[in-house]
């Protein structure tokens, strides 16, 4: 054989990779695992459980149950003039998509410890994976969402759904790829510092009450005008704002803000690939 | 026969102790040491990899300049006392973790047991997890669609296909995961100590299934074993061999 063929390899295994190569015809080969994993997911969800999907239902509904009562009634939060529980479900199916992908994407490297010591795959199907089976719930969510416009429309209640609806599968890709670019980058810290995964489950719950889900944006710029950028300049706000804009008709929002949301969280994402990809070659040696 | 996996100083270290608290301080340091272009100062040099002795340093060099090539074919075991550094040499030559220095350059697709039924879900029934499990190990599905018979054949659990694998015996659940990765097609077979397991039948089937893998086909196994009846069994060639210090290869 001569020398020329004697060169050519298919893998090289070296201590050094670069920030970029993030090896995507290998993610494109295993496309057939994202969708085992997937369907994985769906099933041993509803495995031996009598409701079975339903479950998808009733946390979002209680839910806005309880904001209702709580928020709308008791504390008296406006809500921009829209009927409350449609206010809140828009909030809230919005923001469960963004913090299920964050959450689920940040305990990728310890929840599949297990799997990732023994058999190499590109580690990026799964956090793929899990945005891919948080759309199914969202899906279910997203419908009940719809039911609840069908039954507020019957009754004649204000809210008037316009072509901003269009931006709806681009906002769908800006939650996804905030929830893991997010998730990537504390996933790959949480391999050496535990800490983080303490801090994530509560920071989850303080950052919705920094974005507009139990209160419209236009409440903050009324009542703290010196601090409204703290929620405005959160991404989940903007794409929130536009939601609710495009289905009920309000929300506060310019073309600017959803354009710098756009940037922000793509690089968020391009930070969190980088990081996973750098830490998925030997994070089982600190795990 | 041209060299179809080729190791080049291939070295690992690993650290000792708890890892995480000082993790910070001394990332920093060695942040630190690397942008002034200094050498790592937690791989100090000359440490021996020897479990039964203390030691000043908190690193250990599991795999030390390694360098070996093997040919198309080979049937290698791989010998050595517990924590010698065999199946971190698997584990590189299996992409689940990083060399610390050197290179590995492998031809051809690499399929590596370093345990079976890796990624077994058990609410999932043997059908469902024979084809996740074979998408783990890198099948396309129409892969698996094609050798799907062949698999529940070798398994010999055709009847408990359906049921959740959470219900098979341990042994039922071994002869399935081992089915899966005996019917992956690779030009290289990385096997670690899992032979071990199933009765006598099924043990002597797994053995066949070995031989045939490396003898008839023409495909390259590497495996590791404590013992040495295995490795005469199935191997044409040992080829493992004792390194410098005392780092077994």
Request: glycine residues 8%.
């Amino acid at each position: 054989m001569d020398n020329i063929l004697q060169e050519e390899w298919d893998i090289e295994i070296t201590a050094k990779k670069s920030w970029f190569d993030l090896n995507l015809k290998d993610v494109w080969h295993y496309r057939d695992l994202l969708g085992l994993l997937v369907r994985r997911d769906f099933v041993s969800f509803y495995k031996q459980t009598i409701l079975g999907p339903l479950w998808f239902f009733i946390q979002p509904l209680f839910t806005t149950i309880i904001y209702t009562f709580i928020f709308g009634n008791l504390a008296a939060i406006p809500t921009d003039g829209l009927p409350q529980p449609l206010f809140y479900l828009a909030g809230i199916t919005a923001w469960n998509y963004f913090a299920d992908c964050f959450l689920k994407t940040s305990t990728v490297f310890t929840a599949n410890a297990g799997l990732f010591g023994k058999v190499y795959f590109p580690r990026l199907i799964v956090p793929l994976s899990i945005v891919v089976s948080n759309l199914i719930r969202f899906a279910v969510q997203m419908a009940l969402f719809f039911l609840l416009m069908g039954i507020y429309a019957v009754k004649g209640a204000h809210f008037h759904p316009n072509a901003y609806v269009l931006l709806f599968p681009f906002l769908l890709v800006l939650m996804a790829m905030l929830g893991l670019g997010l998730g990537m980058i504390i996933s790959a810290m949480t391999t050496k510092y535990r800490d983080l995964s303490f801090l994530i489950s509560f920071a989850i719950q303080l950052m919705m009450y920094l974005t507009t889900v139990i209160y419209p944006l236009s409440a903050v710029k009324a009542k703290y005008p010196r601090y409204e950028w703290l929620v405005e300049y959160n991404p989940m706000t903007s794409i929130i704002e536009v939601f609710r804009y495009g289905f009920l008709g309000q929300g506060t929002f310019t073309m600017l803000s959803l354009a710098i949301t756009t940037v922000i969280t793509i690089l968020i994402l391009l930070v969190g690939v980088m990081i996973f990809n750098r830490v998925e070659r030997t994070f089982i040696d600190t795990v | 026969m041209a060299a179809v996996i080729k190791v080049e100083n291939l070295s690992k270290a690993y650290q000792l102790g708890e890892i995480g608290t000082g993790t910070i301080s001394r990332d920093l340091e060695r942040y630190w040491a690397r942008v002034r272009g200094k050498e790592d100062p937690f791989l100090k040099i000359g440490e021996i990899n020897n479990r039964a002795v203390k030691s000043e340093s908190d690193v250990v060099w599991s795999l030390k300049d390694i360098n070996f090539e093997i040919e198309q074919g080979d049937a290698v075991g791989i010998i050595g006392r517990n924590g010698a550094g065999k199946s971190t040499l698997l584990k590189i030559l299996s992409r689940v973790t990083a060399p610390t220095t050197g290179s590995v350059k492998v031809k051809g697709r690499i399929a590596s047991l370093l345990e079976i039924g890796t990624g077994f879900h058990p609410e999932l029934s043997g059908r469902e997890n024979i084809y996740l499990n074979g998408a783990i190990l890198g099948m396309r599905k129409a892969e698996i669609k094609r050798k799907f018979e062949e698999i529940v054949d070798f398994s010999g659990v055709e009847r408990y296909i359906d049921t959740p694998v959470k219900r098979y015996s341990s042994g039922m659940y071994v002869r399935l995961a081992f089915a899966v990765s005996a019917h992956l097609e690779s030009e290289i077979m990385i096997v670690d100590e899992v032979l071990a397991v199933g009765d006598a039948e099924f043990q002597k089937k797994c053995l066949g299934k070995m031989g045939d893998v490396s003898g008839k086909e023409g495909r390259t196994v590497l495996f590791v074993s404590p013992g040495t009846p295995i490795i005469t069994r199935i191997s044409r060639k040992i080829n493992a061999r004792p390194n410098t210090g005392s780092h077994t290869a």
